[in-house]
């Protein structure tokens, strides 16, 4: 039995592939691995890893909160602060907040689709970010989550 407020941690590796796309429909794809850790806390399941130097983030933490509804949310933390919310047909707004200032997101979602069992599976989400001054870019992410084998004892 787990009590309430309590978690139970599972090592896991993420694998990210992002395509972006600008205005001039040129592309960009990168992919990354990391190891992390996956629990759930009361509605919510919770993805956290450690970012690298392949994705310009060292030193920043990225939990991904995915709610009860399918909503999924980015939360970075360390060596800058971001938080971004993906719903379907919804536009929010996010800062970008990194030591040379802040800058202000918005992000359209067109899909966000949601396929974890007990942490494992996939996340899709599908978007526009719009940064300040800037045009549109188009993101296409798939998450894929595996359970670690490796570190269990």
Do not use: H
Request: proline letters at 2%; one cysteine or more.
């Amino acid at each position: 039995m787990v009590r309430k407020g309590w978690k139970r941690v599972k090592p896991i590796i993420v694998s990210i592939k992002s395509l972006q796309r600008d205005e001039k429909g040129e592309s960009q794809t990168l992919e990354l691995v990391s190891e992390g850790k996956y629990y759930k806390k009361e509605r919510s399941q919770y993805i956290v890893y450690k970012e690298s130097a392949i994705s310009s983030l060292e030193g920043v933490t990225t939990t991904i909160k995915v709610l009860a509804d399918g909503t999924v949310c980015v939360l970075r933390t360390g060596a800058m602060q971001q938080r971004q919310e993906f719903r379907p047909g919804m536009e929010t707004t996010s800062w970008y907040d990194t030591p040379l200032g802040r800058t202000l997101l918005i992000i359209k979602t067109y899909a966000c689709r949601v396929q974890l069992v007990d942490g494992i599976g996939t996340i899709e989400i599908e978007f526009d970010v719009t940064i300040t001054g800037m045009g549109a870019i188009y993101n296409q992410l798939t998450i894929t989550v595996q359970e670690d084998k490796t570190t269990w004892k």
